[in-house]
């Protein structure tokens, strides 16, 4: 979907579930929001500029890594220009929170959008896009048949089998904190020392390095985020291309409490100067067209029932989610670090 339509297709549907107050656009024009970023500018920056063209509120950028635009707000304290935080994983959004660099300022409006598992109970932020971290196995060498659960990964049967992050990845943090949540810190404890016994190689690298060694034959199973997939099958590099389409996604644990999710996310800022404008574009960046963008776009599962999704996930198929509350993960992440450490999972 080209963003000059989705540009089209938002005028009128932006204003229509958050805002108390009209939009005045003539003092609009003059008036701002800035948004700090653990996005890449590619992945946020379209739908910022149909926002600006939509509503005339200028949008000042500034991207970064997730955990240094968080020292940066703490830095900066009352003194920062920043009105909104969208960054990656519910376990950073909890950071930002225990750190008191954000609000809760999420409007009754905005919380009726997005389901109550994929926002803070307390208001401080809410999921924008939803991502899938799944079991991914080579086409050629495991059948599906043979795969279950997160649990069953740690059996003897995947021994110098599996791939998978370092422990300092936030995304293996909050797998590892879903499962305390939902197993207990013994069980998965035990768990997390037979994955490590089951590793192939020592955790190296990102998502896609993980899919590559299992195109490569290093390992035959991988833990991956879907998006990530779904960025290698749609690249324009062929190596790969072929590696992402080598394997295919299994989804976990579909008898009983659903494949863990997780989100990218969005919060205002506790020194927000301009609430109102951050508010607005919260509510542009939940709007379905919005949504369904980022879903073509980067391959992620809006967080809005009934909106449109890629091919891509289409090709995937439909899946059970773990309805566990995000917040979980936060509130367990210590926790995990600490259980992933013991286990030696370096």
């Given at each position: 979907?080209?963003?000059s339509?989705?540009?089209?297709?938002?005028?009128?549907?932006?204003?229509?579930?958050?805002l108390?107050?009209?939009?005045?656009?003539?003092?609009?024009?003059?008036?701002v929001?800035?948004?700090?970023?653990?996005?890449?500018?590619?992945?946020?920056?379209?739908?910022?500029?149909?926002?600006?063209?939509?509503?005339?509120?200028k949008?000042?950028?500034?991207?970064?890594?997730?955990?240094?635009?968080?020292?940066?707000?703490?830095?900066?304290?009352?003194?920062?220009?920043?009105?909104?935080?969208?960054?990656?994983d519910?376990?950073?959004?909890?950071?930002?929170?225990?750190?008191?660099?954000?609000?809760?300022?999420?409007?009754?409006?905005?919380?009726?959008?997005?389901?109550?598992?994929?926002?803070?109970?307390?208001?401080?932020?809410?999921g924008?896009?939803?991502?899938?971290?799944?079991?991914?196995?080579?086409?050629d060498?495991?059948?599906?048949?043979?795969?279950?659960?997160y649990?069953?990964?740690?059996?003897?049967?995947?021994?110098?089998?599996?791939?998978?992050?370092?422990?300092?990845?936030?995304?293996?943090?909050?797998?590892?904190?879903?499962?305390?949540?939902?197993?207990?810190?013994?069980?998965?404890?035990?768990?997390?020392?037979?994955?490590?016994?089951?590793?192939?190689?020592?955790?190296?690298?990102?998502?896609?390095?993980?899919?590559?060694?299992?195109?490569?034959?290093?390992?035959?199973?991988?833990?991956?985020?879907?998006?990530?997939?779904?960025?290698?099958?749609?690249?324009?590099?062929?190596?790969?291309?072929?590696?992402?389409?080598?394997?295919?996604?299994?989804?976990?644990?579909?008898?009983?409490r659903?494949?863990h999710v997780?989100?990218?996310?969005?919060?205002v800022?506790?020194?927000?100067?301009?609430?109102?404008?951050?508010?607005?574009?919260?509510?542009?960046?939940?709007?379905?067209?919005?949504?369904?963008?980022?879903?073509?776009?980067?391959?992620?599962?809006?967080?809005?029932?009934?909106?449109?999704?890629s091919?891509t996930?289409?090709?995937?198929?439909?899946?059970?989610?773990?309805?566990l509350?995000?917040?979980?993960?936060?509130?367990?992440?210590?926790?995990?670090?600490?259980?992933?450490?013991?286990?030696?999972?370096?």
């Amino acid at each position: 979907m080209k963003i000059s339509n989705l540009k089209t297709l938002l005028s009128v549907s932006v204003l229509s579930f958050t805002l108390a107050v009209p939009l005045n656009t003539a003092q609009a024009s003059e008036e701002v929001v800035n948004v700090y970023s653990a996005r890449k500018e590619q992945l946020i920056k379209p739908l910022l500029d149909a926002f600006t063209e939509q509503t005339g509120i200028k949008v000042n950028l500034v991207t970064s890594k997730a955990d240094a635009l968080l020292k940066r707000l703490q830095t900066e304290g009352m003194n920062s220009p920043a009105d909104l935080l969208i960054t990656t994983d519910v376990g950073r959004l909890y950071r930002a929170k225990e750190a008191g660099v954000v609000q809760p300022a999420i409007t009754p409006d905005l919380q009726k959008r997005v389901p109550m598992n994929l926002q803070d109970s307390e208001h401080y932020w809410l999921g924008l896009t939803t991502r899938a971290r799944v079991i991914v196995y080579a086409n050629d060498r495991v059948k599906p048949s043979e795969l279950s659960t997160y649990e069953a990964l740690a059996e003897p049967e995947w021994k110098k089998r599996l791939c998978i992050r370092s422990s300092d990845n936030i995304y293996n943090q909050s797998l590892v904190s879903s499962m305390i949540a939902n197993k207990g810190e013994q069980a998965t404890a035990d768990w997390a020392n037979g994955l490590v016994k089951n590793f192939a190689r020592k955790p190296k690298g990102g998502d896609r390095d993980q899919v590559k060694a299992v195109a490569a034959g290093q390992c035959d199973i991988a833990v991956i985020n879907t998006y990530y997939l779904g960025q290698m099958v749609n690249s324009q590099d062929e190596d790969e291309k072929a590696a992402g389409q080598s394997v295919s996604v299994f989804w976990p644990n579909q008898s009983d409490r659903g494949a863990h999710v997780n989100v990218s996310g969005v919060a205002v800022t506790k020194a927000s100067k301009n609430k109102e404008n951050a508010l607005k574009l919260i509510a542009f960046l939940l709007s379905d067209e919005s949504q369904k963008w980022y879903a073509e776009a980067n391959n992620e599962y809006p967080v809005i029932d009934g909106v449109a999704i890629s091919q891509t996930l289409k090709n995937w198929g439909s899946f059970k989610s773990d309805a566990l509350n995000l917040s979980e993960l936060g509130k367990h992440n210590l926790e995990a670090v600490r259980l992933m450490d013991r286990a030696s999972w370096r």
